[in-house]
């Protein structure tokens, strides 16, 4: 009776950890994007 339960349950749990190594990985490309943003500004500002 519960077995199909369980099942959800153990998938929720492999999502979750899924989305957090996805989350991980994302992290430095969001941050070097953010940077790449922030000197193109600073540049910009700097020679115009």
């Known amino acids: 009776m519960m077995d199909w339960y369980e099942e959800y349950e153990r998938d929720r ?3 979750a950890k899924d989305n ?3 989350m991980i990985a ?3 490309v969001v ?5 790449a943003v922030y000197v193109f500004n600073v540049v910009k500002a700097a020679l115009f």
């Open 13 to 15: 749990e492999f999502e």
């Open 20 to 22: 957090w190594k996805l």
């Open 26 to 28: 994302a992290a430095p």
């Open 31 to 35: 941050t070097v994007f953010v940077f």
